[in-house]
């Protein structure tokens, strides 16, 4: 038999497989597109005043769109085009695949306070390249909304204006395209998160409402402009839990797909050819089902029966795919072209169907089987029961709820209508300000920046233990003006006339990026590496080397738990963490704490003490089914007879157990009399109260108790930087950080190509501040008193705030830190992210800077907190129409609030070389005593 003659039919069958379902689906576009209806939506009547409303209108028409259209029209759905008409932004709304368009646009215009007007002729600017936004990463439950309601509804609209305005020459048109999902992708969609988040009530970022496949496209000649829109857009949604990223629509996958395609052929036979080789090298099948041909013969045949030229045509194409990744732009990119000839009918493509998409069909086949097997209906979940597997869309298709959409649809703010922007107004600080800076110098202030007339302004350091609180939308200069402080406090603590070492200064970073700009200006004031005071120390959460942070101490695995669990609790979404759990995980935790070294290499998890967050995951899981489990638990209770035995003389069992750790437990345990208090052996209680769980929660109520907070847990203990025990690395403390006033940099967010999801990050930050808020209150008593100080500092005070339950740890540092000489200096990008009861402790904050706010509620609301009621020297126009790097700013003056005036920061990077310059050395893990 000679394979290569199946090398043309398997071929042009892969050929086939691959382009037949694009054909065919882009047949049905155009069909489509002869049913597409343009309108011009038009403000008019009252604007809704909630997001409630908008969401109600939209998801009824949502509903709608596409009913009984199964038969003619696969889906239906809408398109709103937002585009620069003259001086101003126009929106523009296409319906497709409905029998009813007019009644459509008109419940959608209803719904956002305009009127929907019929434009056959109506053209969409065609302005360069198309561009989309593609979701990344999946960051986890978004619940930073809490307490603060819905956002407002412009805000989204108030943005896309905005970023509009920056770029006023620029040629463009933004498109988001809606068509509601079917019952079974909301199936999809609820599995898929429930594997992430362990709770199985929505799709995340699917609300309350109808939801959506989404698309978001920008077509223009400036592409700075598109990678704004389409990866700031998104940004901009309630709810929304994924990165994002803009980039270029090109045809890499189908011409990927199309060489692998041509290379199919070729492949079989030489897979073929090598099963024929080694069965026949190997005395199997040789001369049987296989003739014998020599190895030149056979790779003769090879050669042939058009083989040859299958591998040059895939090799061709696979360049072609390799030209288009390397510059989208390249004139092979198709997919450029066949996005303008939607856009041209007023279309935006969304998402093949699943019957036009083989690969979408056999992933939707075998969802249908998983929860077959599952047994899981569609009315309740499962507990314990988890259904995923790929995300069900690509990445250029986006799920929405109908609020998110709502926020796509909805009217810019009446006065961001035009894309015309004003010059705000610039007040020069008061005189006392101007005067008493002058008179200090450097002595006991620190600079800010200067007003508008040039004059220096300056924070006192009397002043600091206020509170420092700045708020401004990205791109605003907040980081900047955040390192302006941290810079200057750096000069201070090293100043003999000022802080004299004796302030400790400690930089959390959330993101990743903030951490390098802190460290550059250390260096570039004159901080080095172990010394002190002029040293400082950085600790990367997701490196495995320099220092390590100890937030655990294993001398009290007991008390250690349970300030561990009160962290996640503060930090955790609410909920997560109730009485029950609570209990349990100080159980676990306990535990947890307690492993050797020697149960760890029993178990085969090294021969070190263990990473006490990966064992608390580990004892978290259930019991069936689970060996590592099982060995770990079996070598804990054989260590903990054996300290009681030590340790109190105790006459055990023997030691040499045969069961499985079960019935070990439950001889154990069940037989032994109740001792009513401590065995006198901290890991044989441990191993007691762990028991109970084991052995008396029934499987369903253990996952009520664990599921939600090990999901959470499972990414904190990839932290090596936290929580892996390693010899040799230096360990600090947060006793070491303040008892030695150290300088220090936390980083909890990226590092290099080491990255961390943000929701982690955001997790970790509010467990480190909540810990460090506690040993705060055990460690600097009378501080305030002898001078000494706790400089805490913050780019996103969002997430060190905690989604839990529990004492707001923000308000509590500023109403009782004082006394501790906490010096609190935060940043924000806006009021709603924070929660609402840390909202309103920062607006107690003695300082507070507004730099530029687009959204036109959050600008009344600081507008008003400046001036004290809606008439003042900012409005709110003043507030959103303000420069890179000036703020509108209430400053605390020896104790006393000062009338609100302009200040503006410096840009403090200038001449700061980058860490690369210097000589790297690892910072130390202890301080110099």
Not at 114 to 131: F, K, M, N, S, Y
Not at 639 to 655: D, F, I, N, V
Not at 712 to 741: E, F
Not at 782 to 800: I, M, T
């Amino acid at each position: 038999m000679d394979p290569t003659q199946f090398v043309v039919p398997i071929t042009l069958a892969a050929v086939a497989f691959v382009w037949v379902p694009r054909v065919w689906a882009f047949a049905r576009w155009r069909q489509m597109a002869r049913t597409a209806v343009t309108y011009r939506l038009v403000p008019g009547g009252s604007r809704p005043v909630d997001l409630d409303e908008v969401t109600n209108g939209v998801s009824g028409q949502l509903a709608t769109v596409d009913t009984h259209q199964w038969r003619q029209f696969y889906r239906g759905g809408i398109v709103v085009h937002r585009f620069r008409d003259d001086s101003a932004v126009a929106t523009a709304l296409v319906v497709y695949g409905s029998r009813e368009p007019d009644t459509v646009a008109d419940g959608i215009a209803s719904a956002v306070g305009a009127t929907a007007h019929r434009e056959p002729d109506l053209a969409l600017p065609d302005a360069g390249q198309v561009w989309h936004t593609v979701r990344q990463s999946y960051l986890g439950r978004n619940n930073a909304h809490k307490g603060a309601g819905l956002p407002p509804v412009e805000r989204a609209a108030d943005e896309i204006v905005r970023m509009m305005s920056a770029h006023p020459d620029a040629n463009i048109c933004l498109s988001i395209a809606c068509e509601p999902t079917r019952n079974w992708e909301d199936d999809r969609l609820r599995d898929w998160y429930q594997t992430r988040s362990g709770i199985w009530d929505d799709t995340e970022s699917v609300g309350q409402g109808q939801a959506a496949r989404v698309a978001i496209a920008a077509t223009t000649d400036d592409p700075t402009l598109a990678k704004t829109l389409t990866s700031g857009v998104p940004d901009q949604l309630h709810r929304w839990p994924f990165q994002d990223r803009g980039l270029m629509v090109a045809s890499t996958r189908g011409w990927l797909a199309t060489g692998l395609a041509l290379a199919a052929g070729p492949i079989v036979v030489l897979l073929w050819r090598a099963i024929t080789w080694a069965a026949a090298a190997l005395g199997f099948l040789g001369g049987t089902i296989f003739d014998g041909a020599a190895t030149g013969e056979a790779i003769g045949h090879l050669i042939g029966g058009g083989t040859t030229l299958a591998l040059i045509a895939a090799a061709a194409v696979m360049v072609v795919a390799g030209a288009i990744a390397w510059n989208t732009s390249a004139g092979f990119n198709t997919a450029q072209r066949e996005w303008k000839m939607h856009l041209a009918a007023g279309l935006l493509p969304v998402e093949r169907a699943w019957r036009y998409s083989p690969m979408r069909y056999y992933r939707y086949r075998r969802h249908l089987a998983a929860r077959a097997r599952a047994g899981q209906d569609d009315n309740a979940a499962r507990p314990g029961v988890q259904i995923a597997g790929p995300y069900p869309y690509r990445p250029h298709t986006l799920v929405l709820s109908s609020e998110q959409i709502g926020q796509l649809i909805a009217f810019p703010s009446v006065s961001s209508t035009g894309t015309d922007r004003t010059e705000a107004v610039a007040i020069t600080a008061p005189g006392d300000v101007i005067e008493a800076t002058r008179d200090a110098g450097r002595g006991a202030a620190s600079l800010l920046g200067h007003d508008p007339k040039g004059n220096p302004v300056a924070i006192f350091d009397e002043d600091r233990k206020y509170g420092l609180f700045m708020v401004g939308d990205p791109g605003a200069g907040k980081t900047n003006s955040l390192l302006q402080v941290w810079a200057e406090d750096a000069r201070a603590r090293q100043s003999k006339d000022r802080r004299d070492g004796r302030m400790a200064m400690l930089w959390i970073e959330t993101k990743g990026g903030g951490a390098d700009d802190a460290e550059r200006l250390l260096r570039h004031v004159g901080y080095e590496p172990n010394r002190h005071p002029a040293g400082y120390v950085r600790i990367d959460a997701v490196s495995n080397t320099g220092p390590r942070l100890e937030l655990l101490d294993r001398t009290d695995p007991e008390g250690a738990a349970a300030r561990l669990v009160a962290a996640m609790r503060y930090a955790f979404d609410e909920g997560s963490i109730g009485a029950r759990s609570e209990a349990a995980l100080n159980a676990a935790f306990t535990l947890a704490l307690q492993v050797t070294d020697t149960c760890a290499g029993a178990v085969g998890l090294g021969d070190q003490v263990p990473n006490a967050v990966r064992i608390a995951t580990i004892l978290m899981e259930r019991s069936d089914n689970n060996e590592l489990k099982g060995r770990l638990l079996k070598a804990f209770l054989h260590e903990a007879t054996l300290q009681r035995m030590r340790l109190t003389g105790w006459e055990g069992p023997p030691t040499d157990h045969t069961g499985t750790f079960t019935e070990d437990f439950r001889g154990r345990f069940k037989t032994e009399e109740p001792t009513g208090g401590s065995t006198g052996s901290p890991m044989y209680d441990a191993a007691q109260a762990w028991a109970y769980y084991e052995l008396g929660v029934p499987s369903r109520e253990w996952s009520s108790i664990f599921e939600a907070p090990r999901n959470k847990l499972v990414a904190l203990a990839r932290l090596s930087g936290v929580w892996d025990p390693d010899p040799s690395r230096k360990v600090v403390t947060l006793n070491d950080l303040l008892d030695y006033h150290c300088a220090a940099i936390l980083n909890f967010g990226a590092v290099g190509s080491k990255g961390v999801d943000s929701e982690t990050s955001e997790r970790m930050g509010a467990i480190l501040t909540y810990m460090l808020w506690e040993t705060v209150k055990t460690r600097c008593a009378g501080w305030l008193d002898h001078g000494r100080s706790v400089g805490l500092y913050a780019d996103e005070l969002s997430h060190l705030s905690g989604t839990g339950s529990g004492d707001d740890v923000i308000a509590q540092m500023h109403d009782k830190g004082r006394a501790f000489g906490m010096q609190l200096t935060f940043a924000t990008q806006r009021f709603e992210q924070l929660p609402q009861r840390t909202g309103d402790a920062v607006l107690g904050f003695g300082t507070r800077a507004y730099l530029r706010l687009e959204n036109a509620e959050l600008a009344k609301k600081a507008s008003i907190d400046l001036c004290g009621g809606p008439e003042g020297a900012f409005s709110a126009r003043d507030i959103r129409e303000q420069d890179k790097g000036r703020a509108a700013i209430r400053l605390r003056l020896h104790g006393n609030g000062q009338a609100p005036f302009t200040v503006v920061f410096p840009y403090v990077m200038d001449g700061v070389r980058d860490l690369e310059a210097y000589t790297r050395e690892l910072p130390a893990g202890t301080v110099v005593r």
